[in-house]
C-alpha cells in the first residue's frame, strides 16, 4: 500500500532533549517535505527536499534539522526542543515537480509533540 | 510575500444544504492550486487546478481557478455530516515552495 510513514503518532519530551520524528514513503517520491500546524496558524512549510542530498529551508525552519541521505527517509530533528515546538507535525511527500510530476501531496498521519 | 487567504474560517451549516468556500491568492509564479480536505489527521487530496475557468468535480464537490482574479472556490452540493473537516487550499509556485492557507472549518449538523 502507498503510504507515508510518520513515527511516532504522539510524543511528550521535556526541553531540551534532542530528538526524532522519522518519515518514510513507499511510492519512490523525490520531494518531502515537513509541516507543523497550530491552531489559527494553519500548515507551514518547515524544510522540504527536491532529492537525495538536497534539502531547503521552508517558512518556520529556525529549531529544526533535516538530512535526506536516502529517498525514501526524511527524519526531522529537534536538537533541543523548546515549548513554542509543540506543536502537530506532518511529512509529505510528492512526485518531482520539475519534470513535470503530480503535484499532490500525500500526508502522513501527523505527529502530536508536546514538549515540557 | 506570498500568501493564501481562505475565507469563511469556520462555517456551520445544516445537512443538506450547499456551502461555497473561498481561497484567494498572491503567490509569485503561480504554479497550481490544491484542495486538501482535513479530517481526524491527515490532509487528503481533493483537486489540484492549474487552469481558469475549467471546473474540477468530483461526486458533490466541485472546484474553480480563477488566475485573473486569484482565487479559487470549493463548492459542496447536498452537504453530508461526513463532510465535516477542515478545507485546506494550498497554492504551489514555479520555485516549488507550497502555501497553505490557513483552512476553512466545516461543520455540517444533522
Known amino acids: 500500500e502507498a503510504q507515508v510513514t510518520q513515527n511516532p503518532r504522539y510524543l511528550i519530551t521535556v526541553t531540551g532533549k534532542k530528538l526524532t520524528v522519522t518519515c518514510s514513503q513507499n511510492m519512490n517520491h523525490e520531494y518531502m517535505s515537513w509541516y507543523r500546524q497550530d491552531p489559527g496558524l494553519g500548515l507551514r512549510q518547515i524544510y522540504y527536499?527536491?532529492?537525495?542530498?538536497?534539502?531547503d529551508k521552508g517558512d518556520v525552519p529556525e529549531g529544526y534539522k533535516v538530512s535526506r541521505k536516502e529517498k525514501r527517509n526524511f527524519p526531522l530533528i529537534l536538537e533541543s526542543p523548546s515549548p513554542n515546538q509543540t506543536s502537530l507535525y506532518f511529512c509529505a511527500s510528492s512526485y518531482s515537480r520539475g519534470h513535470g510530476g503530480n503535484e499532490k501531496l500525500f500526508f502522513g498521519s501527523g505527529t502530536q509533540l508536546s514538549v515540557l | 510575500e506570498d500568501k493564501v487567504v481562505q475565507s469563511p474560517l469556520s462555517l456551520v451549516v445544516h445537512e443538506g444544504d450547499t456551502v461555497t468556500l473561498n481561497c484567494s491568492y498572491e503567490?509569485?509564479?503561480?504554479?497550481?492550486l490544491l484542495w486538501y480536505k482535513q479530517e481526524k489527521k491527515a490532509p487528503t487530496f481533493l483537486f489540484m487546478l492549474?487552469?481558469?475557468?475549467i471546473e474540477k468535480k468530483s461526486g458533490r464537490l466541485s472546484s474553480i481557478l480563477d488566475k485573473k482574479e486569484l482565487f479559487s472556490i470549493l463548492n459542496i452540493t447536498a452537504t453530508q455530516t461526513g463532510d465535516s473537516a477542515i478545507y485546506l487550499c494550498a497554492v504551489q509556485n514555479r520555485d516549488d515552495k507550497i502555501i497553505f492557507g490557513k483552512g476553512t472549518r466545516l461543520h455540517i449538523l444533522p
Open positions: 527536499s527536491m532529492n537525495v542530498e538536497v534539502t
Open positions: 503567490v509569485t509564479n503561480f504554479r497550481s
Open positions: 492549474t487552469s481558469s475557468g
